[in-house]
């Protein structure tokens, strides 16, 4: 990442955070005039990409298997009570188990949906170090960006649309129940009874990891991912500039 963009400095120093709202003029370049980005275009950009890259997780996620058939982020029990789904499954308890992971999922499709105002409003708030570590960054920098700024308003957000997801099903109900009677065996490590607290972490964690991927698209010049004028501008003249 440092040796796409390690020529942009020359494009940000001196930005203000209003630079994104007004015109300023760019150093010069051996390249047409036109194809050297303004700073406004540079910040609108990556403004942009973001937009682009976090609205198009979400989509895929919160589309009915967009957990459940996605092996990269499908929600299990949680590790600690992997024995306990063992023991479940040896008394034949198969199918319980299954809805119990096929409701853990379909909580998160669920709440995956209400994501994307949250990551709107964390790319609106993003100041000139932001923007800056962002571009001269490493390859998931952007996506490092969203879980600083928004991890604690997703959890807000998901945990009640999760919880009544896994209640509509019994989930929440059944695992609590296995986790309590499990607890009163002696020498074992006691479980979370309350499984929403997991899923609502693991449906963030699977957010994140879609983000990194739509994010390493547009850095790597696909040109499905940079799919605007803009963002072709200003992402191929940095690699231009690199080489």
């Keep these: 990442m440092k040796r796409v963009f390690m020529s942009l400095p020359l494009l940000i120093v001196g930005v ?8 300023k003029p760019t150093p010069k370049s051996e390249f047409y005039p036109q194809l050297v980005p303004s700073n406004l ?20 996620l919160s589309a009915v298997n967009g957990f459940f058939g996605n092996a990269a982020v499908k929600i299990l029990f949680p590790p600690e009570a992997k024995k306990v789904e063992k023991t479940l ?9 299954d809805n119990v992971i096929l409701s853990l999922n379909r909580a998160a499709e669920d709440a995956a949906k209400d994501a994307k105002p949250i990551f709107i ?44 997801s896994l209640d509509k099903v019994g989930a929440t109900k059944y695992y609590g129940t296995v986790a309590s009677e499990y607890n009163k065996l002696p ?22 990891v879609e983000i990194a991927q739509e994010e390493l698209k547009i850095r790597q010049n ?14 191929n003249f940095a690699d231009r500039k690199a080489n």
């Design 16 to 23: 203000s955070l209003s630079s994104f709202d007004t015109y």
């Design 41 to 60: 275009e540079i910040g609108s950009a990556l403004k942009q990409a973001l937009q682009q890259g976090t609205a198009k997780s979400a989509d895929q």
């Design 121 to 164: 409003d964390a790319i609106k708030k993003m100041t000139l170090q932001d923007v800056s570590g962002i571009l001269l960054g490493q390859q998931d920098a952007a996506t490092q960006y969203f879980k600083r700024t928004t991890t604690a308003a997703l959890a807000v957000k998901f945990k009640p649309t999760i919880k009544a």
């Design 222 to 235: 696909l040109p499905a991912a940079r799919s605007t004028p803009l963002l072709q501008k200003v992402f």
């Design 187 to 208: 020498f074992v490590r006691h479980l979370n009874p309350d499984i929403t607290d997991y899923a609502t972490q693991k449906t963030i964690d699977g957010l994140f």
């Design 89 to 97: 499954r040896g008394m034949g308890m198969n199918k319980l188990c």
